[in-house]
């Protein structure tokens, strides 16, 4: 197990900030130029600038509710839209994307670049607060990454086709968790590594080093209140996880929000599911800026990620915004869970 530092114990010690990290591995990347490594550098700025409005939200009703003016007269933006703004801005400002799908966007954004010339290589499809609704009751929440390299050709215009691509074909992806610390969490392909921000100085610092997903666990995410509409086989699940028998029953802990549930569920060991239900067909989660760089992440880690019969980053996307069943996390609860969803037959 890894120690996890005070971050205001790392001004005395030599921990490795984010910026040194990212130049000690850029030959990791096979298609290392740079750009990849200045694309994560502007999501970590945007990540700052995003934690600063984040961890004031609750003077919101001070300075103003969103809609409302604030004392500067400016108009007081839902922290949704100004973490989507704030993500695009920075990664337009950087030369290196040609398109950005977010979850706060009804289509992508095209970005030809200051020359005009469409030959920035990168897309990136965001969720710029994941757990939104959560921000008025101050519980943690999240933003989620997730980059690949377009495939149409450069120097043409990005198309949905650069979006619409597999889990499998991302070269990066990642989350920022803005909880009781700011902590960026992400993976080029080499393993998972965490980074938590010190607030006094503005520096992440390499404190979650090759995070791995316990390959079993005992905590099970789940919002049990929708049990009348799981399906059969995730119902036979949640009995099999609270029946008193071996090292069960396991732990229920849900926060409802995907960034927290997942990360407490990669340290600790757990599972989390989002399935199907009677109301939502296809579940709720986002596949391509949800499910795909949260299931990158977890493989990375050792862990896995499913739609109970499919390994969700070989899923072949047909629309920006489409919605699958999820299933992540501890390598054997998954499997577990998906024999349950594969056999329907009660196995209590
Ligand atoms: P429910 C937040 O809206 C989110 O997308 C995830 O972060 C979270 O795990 C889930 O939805 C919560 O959904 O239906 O349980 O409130």
């Known amino acids: 197990m890894y120690q996890i530092h005070n971050p205001y114990q790392m001004m005395s010690q030599k921990n490795t900030t984010l910026g040194e990290f990212i130049i000690e591995n850029q030959g990791e990347f096979q298609y290392s130029s740079g750009e990849l490594s200045r694309l994560i550098n502007s999501i970590r700025l945007a990540a700052k600038v995003v934690n600063h409005e984040v961890n004031k939200a609750g003077l919101v009703d001070i300075l103003g509710n969103a809609g409302d003016t604030n004392i500067q007269g400016e108009d007081q933006q839902k922290l949704d839209v100004y973490a989507n703004n704030a993500f695009i ?41 994941d757990g939104s609704s959560n921000i008025d009751v101050n519980v943690s929440v999240g933003t989620i990454f997730s980059i ?21 074909n991302q070269v990066a992806a990642g989350y920022i968790i803005y909880g009781t610390s700011t902590m960026i969490v992400y993976t080029t392909g080499h393993g998972v590594n965490g980074f938590t921000l010190n607030p006094a100085i503005g520096t992440y610092y390499l404190s979650h080093p090759n995070m791995r997903f316990p390959e079993d666990g005992n905590i099970y995410s789940v919002n049990e209140g929708n049990y009348v509409h799981f399906p059969q086989g995730i119902k036979d699940y949640i009995k099999y996880c609270q029946k008193e028998e071996g090292d069960r029953p396991y732990t229920s802990r849900y926060i409802g929000s995907l960034v927290s549930d997942f990360h407490r569920n990669m340290i600790k060991g757990g599972i989390y599911i989002y399935p199907n ?58 499997e577990k869970a998906e024999g349950f969803m594969q056999s329907h037959k009660p196995s209590l």
């Open 89 to 129: 801005k920075t990664l337009t400002n950087r030369e290196i994307v040609c398109g950005i799908a977010s979850e706060e966007e009804d289509d992508f954004i095209t970005i030809k670049g200051r020359n005009e010339k469409n030959d920035n290589k990168y897309v990136v499809l965001i969720d710029p607060l």
């Open 277 to 334: 239900t009677s109301k939502d067909p296809n579940g709720k989660l986002r596949l391509l800026y949800e499910c795909n760089p949260m299931a990158m992440i977890a493989e990375q880690a050792g862990g896995s990620a499913s739609n109970g019969f499919q390994r969700i980053l070989d899923l072949q996307p047909s629309a920006l915004h489409e919605r699958t069943p999820f299933i992540c996390g501890s390598k054997n609860m998954v």
């Open 148 to 168: 690949y390299r377009r495939v149409t050709p450069s120097g043409t215009p990005v198309t949905l086709q650069d979006f619409l691509q597999p889990g499998r």
